[in-house]
């Protein structure tokens, strides 16, 4: 097998590896081989990978869609290509994906619909069946997909993560993008990638090479021992994240928050209500003061930002003493 790991000194640099040693290493990691040459390129970056698929991919007029909430990045880098933009929001108790209502969203001038799997910040993951649904959408209005598959190797409970490449019928119109951010916890060395069609690889390039043309090199060395990594440590990485979500959302649910446990991700979303709040924004500016803790108000997720008021995110990607501290330090603010 072989795989991309790095494009040193302008040019693409790929190995081969052994069955099982990069599994789940790169997006595409489910025993799909992607051809280096064409089907991989290499950003800054997941955010920049987007940013270049976009601007690549859209016309001015054309339209997006996006499922909300949705990571902050994505409107703004939609509008940056002139696209008109249409939302979607998953629906509470389960953050479940409206289909009928997706359905009228697409029309004629669809170009592109965008989803997150894990999804951040509800920590949903998108099954077989959700994705098979919106490729038939895509399919039947000749639009693209793409899919933020930065969290893939962190889903619980048994679940398993679905790439888009593994659907049927979704390969010729898929860009898949992720980064080592969270796999490898290398955020803010912005290392990404972008895997698609090698027609559609183009077009990811032509924007890409105008943006920031290459990576730094030294990063990217780093990345390929990353990606090099054994099967072990992916699942102590799984193992470790797994524990710790279950020791926030246990401590959370006994301080009084509605707990949404997530199936993905290394977020858990909460509402903040049955405590006695109503207002995200003021209780997470409250909150460093009152309690020592940051928390993220999740109505900026969402475009109608009185829609999330209520949710507030927490993180558990953190050393087991700063977690504990943060819940030692709420606990004796709430009494």
């Known amino acids: 097998m072989v795989v991309l790991l790095a494009q040193p000194d302008g040019g693409p640099c790929w190995v081969e ?128 997909i793409i899919s933020d598959e930065v969290y893939e190797h962190l889903v619980y409970d048994g679940r398993k993560h679905v790439t888009l490449l593994s659907v049927p019928g979704l390969k010729a119109r898929s860009f898949v993008i992720s980064s080592t951010a969270k796999t490898l916890s290398m955020t803010g060395w912005k290392q990404g990638w972008v895997l698609a069609a090698p027609k559609l690889s183009c077009a990811v390039r032509m924007s890409h090479q105008y943006i920031v043309f290459c990576g730094q090199s030294p990063l990217q060395k780093a990345v390929a021992f990353g990606i090099d990594a054994t099967d072990r440590y992916y699942a102590q990485l799984l193992a470790d994240y797994a524990r710790r979500r279950e020791w926030l959302c246990s401590a959370l649910q006994k301080l009084g928050f509605k707990v949404y446990v997530p199936e993905g991700t290394y977020y858990v979303l909460v509402d903040i209500t049955p405590l006695g709040f109503d207002d995200d924004l003021v209780f997470c500016r409250m909150l460093p003061e009152k309690a020592g803790v940051a928390a993220i108000p999740c109505s900026v997720f969402w475009n109608n930002r009185r829609r999330g008021r209520n949710l507030v995110r927490f993180c558990f990607c953190k050393k087991d003493e700063t977690l504990g501290e943060g819940i030692r330090r709420l606990k004796n603010w709430l009494g």
């Open 17 to 144: 590896v052994t069955d099982g040693e990069v599994e789940g290493a790169l997006a595409a990691g489910d025993g799909l081989e992607v051809e280096p040459d064409e089907e991989v390129t290499v950003t800054s970056g997941a955010t920049e990978g987007l940013c270049a698929t976009l601007l690549g991919i859209l016309e001015p007029g054309d339209e997006v869609i996006l499922i909300e909430p949705c990571f902050d990045s994505y409107a703004p880098i939609s509008a940056l290509a002139k696209a008109k933009i249409r939302y979607v929001s998953l629906k509470l108790p389960d953050f479940s994906l409206p289909r009928e209502e997706l359905a009228e969203h697409f029309n004629s001038k669809t170009k592109a619909i965008i989803i997150n799997t894990p999804h951040n910040p509800t920590g949903k993951v998108f099954t077989i069946e959700e994705l098979t649904f919106i490729a038939s959408l895509c399919e039947k209005y000749d639009a693209y």
